[in-house]
């Protein structure tokens, strides 16, 4: 496995290869990561994973500073996996001046849910990813995958939006949520938690799964029932001691408020403690 950190080094072990497969990450990996490289294999000719955390997805007030950073750890995992490059570029190389030129996806679909309560994300996610796709995949002669985990179900979502708009050669391909054998999602930030917050964490999932089966029940009259049900959600799991951003019930292929016979997914955010944990499951 190479480990590289530099566009023009990237570009130069890329050289030899037609189908690239990109697995973009933010480091500190764990075993959700690590089950999209497993997924990226078989896709292309060479794997690579990027490890950059990316300031302009971070509010001032959020953890850029404090997030884990643990490369050594990574590419030992990486490289257990099976990957051929990973692509770890500093601040600096990703931005060597300031990045005045971003992608700003449309407020529909990046000023709600995680876009309402951190403001400025999407434009961030989207501006580093396309910037990943150029670095990785722009000089490919064959076919191009990114592989995403289906816990960003927003960010998933508007990343696909992109691609469609840009007319982008590349698939993008939906892994499945990893979850612990409790049904915690996993996560990075998952570490932030003390012990008993990490027994609790497990009830973000449990509010949503329960969510969803209200509102299956209540399908022929959702749109006049959802307020209530999400209200009820909400107010359950701040009873916990839980600071809940939103638990909703949406159409899954924009986000919206959903009509009858619309394919759903059920999604949430909260802080516990200080850490804040997202969620999502198809319904």
């Known amino acids: 496995m190479k ?10 072990a890329l050289r030899a290869y037609d189908a690239p497969t990109l697995v973009p990450t933010m480091g500190n990996l764990h075993e ?17 994973a990027s490890i950059f955390v990316n300031r302009l997805q971070f509010a001032p007030h959020e953890d850029f500073d404090t997030y884990p950073r643990t490369l050594q750890a990574d590419c030992d995992k990486l ?22 030129f971003k992608v700003q996806p449309p407020p529909e ?7 309402h309560f951190r403001p400025g994300f999407f434009t961030g996610v989207c ?4 910037k990943l796709f150029q670095c990785v995949l722009s000089e490919a002669k064959g076919p191009r995958h990114a592989v995403f985990g289906q816990k ?10 992109m691609v469609q708009q840009f007319a982008l050669p590349i698939n993008v391909v939906s892994v499945p949520t990893q979850r612990a054998e409790d049904g915690l999602a996993l996560s990075s930030r998952n570490g932030y938690l003390s012990e008993a917050e990490r027994t609790e964490a497990v009830q973000l999932s449990l509010a949503l799964r329960a969510l969803g089966r209200d509102a299956l029940a209540a399908a022929d009259g959702l749109s006049r029932h959802l307020p209530g049900l999400e209200a009820r959600a909400l107010q359950a799991l701040a009873a916990r001691g839980w600071q809940p951003d939103y638990l909703t019930v949406r159409r899954r292929t924009d986000l919206q408020p959903p009509q009858a016979g619309d394919a759903l997914v059920v999604l949430g955010a909260a802080r516990l403690g200080k850490t804040r944990l997202i969620d999502n499951f198809e319904i």
Do not use: W
Not at 152 to 159: A, G, N, P, R, T
């Open 32 to 48: 959700g990561h690590l089950n999209l490289i497993r997924a990226a294999r078989p896709l292309g000719d060479v794997t690579v």
């Open 127 to 130: 501006t580093v990813v396309m």
């Open 152 to 161: 960003d179900y927003q960010q998933q979502m508007v990343i696909r939006r």
């Open 109 to 115: 679909i990046a000023d709600i849910l995680e876009g």
């Open 79 to 100: 490289a257990a996996e099976g990957c051929d490059v990973v692509f770890a570029p500093s601040e600096k190389e990703m931005y060597p001046e300031p990045q005045g």
């Open 3 to 12: 480990l590289v950190h530099t566009i023009e080094a990237l570009r130069a």
